[in-house]
């Protein structure tokens, strides 16, 4: 069965972007938010990135109100029944993510295929709540997910590996390079990532250098696009020390483990660009300035 009709829960950064991509790779696309305001904000972000690709040229003005027009919001749950596939990028919460995952069991043919975009819990315990573990995948996108040429297919133990070879090749049709993954926490990204931030955040504990030249240090030394104290900003620190947390409980290694800076940032509400302050200040958000400790 190809997939020709997709579905995504949840209009925040990560879903409105996915949304987005598989609106612009020719698939109909519904996505649902729980309100019409939250749905009114994650739309307007889309009206906005494609209006910067039609100014840009990047595409006419032809494509961007076809891409639009094959996009549809809502707020019922009950309109994603008649979705090929399912790609859920609800608030990273084990209970509510079965909650949802379970209702949409009730709703839908048994052939439609369910995916959820976590970046750190377990696929496995998700698709549980459900009766077709079988058709139940990893897809996990990256911030920001039209620009991001990743997507990690994460299959478990119990999935169909036609179904898992269908999704993988619906990646590809989203324009991402697919990698294949297991259930394994963090996947391959967060593995590598992950532990790689926390050092950067130990680095700047210990004096090793300022949050100016890790971040300098990184780019410069290694091509990386952000310094991991910028990258940590940008997906935010909340997430960070959420995602640590959830792969400290799995591995149990110190690598994984917040440091105690991070906690203390994310208890300060120092959450990165969102909160307007983390390892930078971002009042002027074209010229963040290091934050002094
Ligand atoms: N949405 C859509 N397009 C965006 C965008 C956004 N939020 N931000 C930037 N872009 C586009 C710009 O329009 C521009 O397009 P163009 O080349 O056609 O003009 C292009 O991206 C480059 O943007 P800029 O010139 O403004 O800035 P940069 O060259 O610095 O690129 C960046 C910005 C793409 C964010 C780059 O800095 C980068 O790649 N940073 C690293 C991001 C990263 O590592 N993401 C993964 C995070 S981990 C994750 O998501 C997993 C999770 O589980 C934690």
Redesign the pocket.
Same mark, same amino acid.
């Not at 990256?142 to 991001?148: A, E, G, I, R």
């Given at each position: 069965m190809a997939i020709r009709k997709v579905g995504v829960v949840g209009c925040g950064l990560m879903g409105s972007?996915i949304a987005q991509v598989a609106a612009a790779s020719g698939f109909p696309t519904v996505v649902r938010e729980v309100n019409a305001e939250l749905l009114d904000k994650g739309l307007k972000s889309i009206d906005k990135?494609l209006n910067?690709?039609a100014e840009?040229g990047?595409i006419t003005e032809a494509a961007k109100d076809e891409i639009r027009g094959r996009l549809k919001g809502t707020t019922k749950v009950e309109d994603l029944q008649d979705c090929d596939v399912i790609i859920e990028a609800i608030i990273e919460q084990l209970p509510a993510k079965r909650e949802l995952f379970g209702a949409l069991d009730a709703l839908c043919p048994p052939s439609t295929i369910f995916a959820s975009n976590t970046?750190?819990l377990t696929i496995t315990e998700i698709a549980s709540a459900t009766k077709r573990p079988h058709r139940f995948v990893g897809l996990?996108? *990256?911030?920001?997910?039209?620009?991001?040429k990743l997507v990690e297919v994460v299959r478990t133990i119990a999935t169909e590996p036609a179904v898992y070879e269908e999704v993988v090749a619906f990646g590809t049709k989203l324009g991402k390079t697919a990698v294949r993954a297991q259930d394994s926490t963090g996947f391959i990204?967060?593995r590598l990532?992950v532990p790689y931030l926390l050092d950067a955040i130990r680095a700047l504990e210990e004096g090793v250098g300022s949050i100016e030249d890790i971040d300098k240090s990184m780019m410069l030394g290694c091509g990386?696009?952000?310094g991991p104290l910028t990258?940590l900003d *940008?997906?935010g620190l909340d997430?960070?020390y959420y995602?640590s947390q959830i792969m400290f409980d799995e591995f149990k290694e110190r690598r994984f483990a917040a440091p105690p800076l991070l906690k203390r940032m994310v208890l300060a509400g120092w959450n990165g660009r969102k909160s307007g302050r983390g390892f930078y200040d971002h009042s002027d958000p074209g010229n963040p300035k290091a934050i002094k400790f």
């Open positions: 972007g990135n910067r690709l840009k990047t970046s750190s996990h996108f *990256f911030n920001p997910v039209p620009v991001m990204v967060n990532l990386h696009p952000m990258l *940008f997906v997430t960070t995602i």
